[in-house]
């Protein structure tokens, strides 16, 4: 049995023709640690720099789940971040948390739009609606 996935510089080449396609220019990046988040900031970065588009990165915010398992961190954390487009790597059980933490904050409503880039997100099950 194979399957194949896109890699997530794929997913994120995909997000920043949408964003392009949408004039989103200014966003953020949300990540928890989850292995490659380096990476994936590092990938955010050169996209960004390489481009003719006038990107305005507002900033990275790195949630650490593991030691704030009431979320009141990441609630505060999650406020401090001003663009309303957010890209978010993570896990598909980290996203739940941030998700519900982004809910509990005001920040997962209309005017929030939020791109999901990672490992094994996919499946049958929907995530959950916050």
Excluded: K, M
Excluded at 98 to 119: H, I, K, N, Q, S
């Amino acid at each position: 049995f194979l399957q194949l996935g896109s890699s997530t510089e794929q997913q994120l080449r995909v997000i920043f023709e949408v964003l392009e396609e949408y004039d989103w220019t200014s966003f953020a990046v949300v990540t928890t640690l989850l292995p490659g988040y380096e990476d994936f900031l590092d990938y955010v970065e050169a996209l960004t720099d390489s481009s003719f588009i006038g990107w305005e990165h507002r900033g990275a915010v790195t949630l650490n789940l593991t030691d704030d398992p009431e979320g009141s961190r990441s609630r505060r954390q999650l406020r401090e971040v001003t663009a309303q487009i957010r890209l978010l790597y993570c896990s598909r059980d980290e996203a739940e948390a941030v998700f519900r933490a982004a809910a509990e904050a005001g920040l997962a409503g209309p005017g929030y739009v939020w791109f999901v880039v990672g490992p094994n997100l996919g499946g049958e099950e929907q995530l959950p609606r916050y």
